[in-house]
């Protein structure tokens, strides 16, 4: 029984370090952790450079050893600081945190020369761990929170705009020629898509009146669309921080995002 009760007692210890930065031991924690991300990835991305390679390839690989066994272990303290640590695992978050350690184990696997193009591959899945950042910034989660109160709205935007691409692509194609760049529905829809973003590569153009016209009015009417989804993420940024949301974790689901005065978690009813 007493050791029940120590388990629990380290168990909801850990959680409060780990998952809250309200407490000093969680910021601290927190800030360790953001240190140690950001020296992890920026040794990956120095052991990209060739001439690094050579002169460093060892302390790189020890460096990368170090971080990788770190961040094993904080992955296994959050499985067993969390109550339903399956829920963790396959959330966003665990599965950030397990690319940021699996690659270099996989790595192990292939040895050989000829699977140096997959080496290659999992080193530059590492930089996952810059991933791993945005679970430490209390603004990050705010935004993130946004995002999801804005989805229905911005995935309503989305089919709009899929929608229009599609209809000025189809004309395009009717207008215009294939010597001109315009051989297919697709081929025009892409165009479309460029146009309509702003980016306008240039290696498709209209060379008929009518169809620069029409090309005039989707770039008219692309510079409308921008602001669209940047204020409906706005708006629902405004309405997050009217709510002073908490950065208390629910110990049980992990989740966050609960009022300041709440006793349980409103994803899965337990105790906060």
């Known amino acids: 029984m007493k050791n029940n009760n120590a388990s629990n007692r380290l168990q909801r210890k850990l959680h409060e370090i780990i998952f809250e930065a ?3 031991a969680g910021k601290l924690f927190d800030v360790l952790l953001i240190v140690s991300i950001v020296i992890s990835v920026v040794l990956v991305m120095l052991d990209s450079i060739s001439s690094i390679r ?25 499985l067993y600081s969390v109550g339903q640590s399956r829920s963790y695992a396959t959330s966003f978050f665990g599965v950030v945190d397990l690319m940021a350690v699996v690659p270099t184990y996989l790595s192990i696997l292939f040895p050989g020369s000829q699977y140096f193009m997959v080496i290659r591959i999992l080193r530059v899945l590492r930089i996952f761990r810059v991933l791993k950042l945005v679970q430490y910034l209390g603004e990050a989660r705010l935004l993130m929170q946004a995002l999801r109160a804005s989805r229905r709205k911005v995935t309503v935007f989305l089919f709009v705009v899929l929608t229009l691409v599609v209809v000025f692509g189809s004309l395009m194609y009717i207008i215009e020629d294939s010597q001109s760049g315009f051989t297919s529905i697709p081929q025009s829809i892409y165009w479309a898509i460029v146009t309509l973003t702003t980016v306008g590569y240039g290696d498709i153009s209209p060379q008929t009146g009518l169809g620069q016209t029409l090309a005039a009015l989707i770039m008219i009417i692309g510079y409308a669309i921008i602001a669209v989804p940047t204020g409906i993420v706005t708006a629902e940024l405004a309405q997050v921080y009217k709510k002073n949301i908490s950065t208390q974790a629910c110990p049980q689901c992990s989740a966050e995002g609960h009022d300041p005065d709440a006793v349980y978690c409103k994803y899965c009813g337990s105790i906060l």
């Open 22 to 24: 309200d407490t000093p």
């Open 54 to 78: 050579q002169s460093y390839g060892d302390l790189l690989y020890m460096g990368e050893w170090v971080f990788t066994i770190l961040f094993t272990i904080e992955y296994i303290l959050r």
